[in-house]
């Protein structure tokens, strides 16, 4: 393997895979520069530092000091007619959705956010199955440089509330129903109860898995809407969707909280940034 700099000269030569494998243990920052020059990160300003090695794995060194990017930008560059998504379930047909189309639709839920008024550092929760609109508001969440996190839609209310209570989010994006081994699985009493005991919610975006889903009443559920009704706000008065800002943030800017599993206590948060995470207990205000 050989690499070369911009002018065509040879700055490295290896032998075969582990002769490589090794200059990257050996020369860390170099290898991480290079992977980040290769893959073609989108970012307003380039780092400064890769790493300084000087500072102790324990102490959770810095990485891509200086640099100013945003993670939904990354995700979303391509906008071409290629697959992005595969959208299938065992009670829906599968849909295929395209690089264009999953930004456009990402666009749409950015404008909806930031008309809603969810900023840099809010926190956005998804509590439903795999499917197409979570990835859609997690792209929209974290272009603004607010924060995504999620629980399982099998987890009972008291176990949710055990994770969101601990980041407080201001949106949850949830589903009435969903179908899972055949099982039908009913949502809104559990949104219901969790909503209670959550007050920092100030709105509730419900999806509707069926055409005839919006005719189930949910008025008995604080701040609840159904997406598309949502949705709604993202267009202006002339029918157009404004163009879609990507926050510039730092590295570790938070991206995603997951949480532990709880079998030991509380769970707790884990805080993900654009390319490294690290484990504390969080409390947003």
């Known amino acids: 393997m050989t690499l070369f700099d911009d002018l065509g000269s040879t700055v490295l030569e290896t032998h ?6 090794q200059w990257t243990i050996d020369n860390l920052a170099e290898f991480w520069a ?16 890769v790493i300084d090695l000087s500072v102790p794995m ?3 060194p810095e990485w891509f000091k200086g640099t100013r990017l945003n993670f939904a930008e990354n995700l979303l560059k ?15 047909e599968t849909e295929y959705i395209t690089f264009a189309q999953m930004y456009e639709e990402a666009k749409l839920y950015a404008a909806a956010f930031r008309k809603f008024g969810i900023k840099k550092g809010d926190v956005v929760a998804c509590y439903m199955s795999n499917r197409k609109e979570p990835m859609f508001a997690m792209q929209a969440t974290t272009s603004i440089g607010a924060i995504w996190t999620g629980a399982l839609p099998l987890l009972g209310p008291k176990a949710v509330l055990n994770r969101f209570k601990l980041v407080n989010p201001k949106i949850i994006i949830t589903i009435d129903r969903f179908q899972n081994n055949k099982e039908e699985i009913d949502m809104l009493p559990k949104i219901k109860e969790i909503v209670k005991d959550l007050p920092s919610l100030e709105k509730v975006i419900i999806v509707p898995s069926k055409k ?6 949910i008025s008995d559920i604080r701040n609840s809407c159904f997406l ?5 706000l993202g267009v202006d008065k002339d029918g157009t969707v404004p163009i879609m800002e990507f926050e510039q943030v730092s590295f570790s800017h938070p991206v995603f909280i997951s949480f532990t599993s709880g079998t030991t206590g509380l769970p707790k948060a884990m805080i993900h940034g654009c390319g490294v995470s690290f484990s504390k207990r969080i409390f947003f205000k």
Request: proline residues 0%; without cysteine.
């Open 78 to 92: 391509y906008r071409d007619d290629k697959v992005a998504i595969i959208s299938a379930g065992e009670d829906k």
């Open 228 to 232: 598309d009704d949502f949705l709604t």
């Open 16 to 21: 075969d895979y582990w002769d490589f494998h």
């Open 58 to 60: 324990e102490e959770s």
């Open 212 to 217: 005839d889903s919006k005719l189930k009443g």
């Open 34 to 49: 290079e992977l980040w020059d290769f893959i073609g990160v989108i970012s307003s300003k380039r780092f400064d530092q």
